[in-house]
Nanobody, 115 residues
């Protein structure tokens, strides 16, 4: 089992920045992939960014150039730095851990971009 603890959401004005943090604990298998998904009201959950334990990154088109994902394998943490935030980035953001065919999810953290 893997437990995920998230932090860093909140309210920010358009053009502002937020950093989301997620720490994984429990039985951590490698290789693995950690990432962030988001779900806006009335929409399906979508991938925002992911990073493998080997450091390979992937981003949704909407995140490219604005968001940066990074991780610390020693601490089993993943960070999502979000810059130039837009109102359409408003959603609940979920941390994800994937290994050996299993997905684990955090409880979600609200990000609201509004003036």
């Amino acid at each position: 089992q893997v437990q995920l603890g998230e932090s860093g959401g909140g309210l920010v004005q358009p053009g502002g920045s937020l950093r989301l943090s997620c720490a994984a604990s429990g039985t951590i298998f490698s290789p693995n992939k950690m990432g962030w998904y988001r779900q806006a009201p009335g929409k399906e959950r979508e991938l925002v960014a992911g990073i493998t334990s080997g450091g390979i990154r992937s981003y949704a088109n909407s995140a490219k150039g604005r968001f940066t994902i990074s991780r610390d394998n020693a601490k089993n943490t993943v960070l999502l730095q979000m810059n130039s935030l837009k109102p359409e980035d408003t959603a609940v953001y979920y941390c994800n851990f994937y290994a050996l065919g299993y997905n684990y999810w955090g409880q979600g953290t609200q990000v609201t971009v509004s003036s």
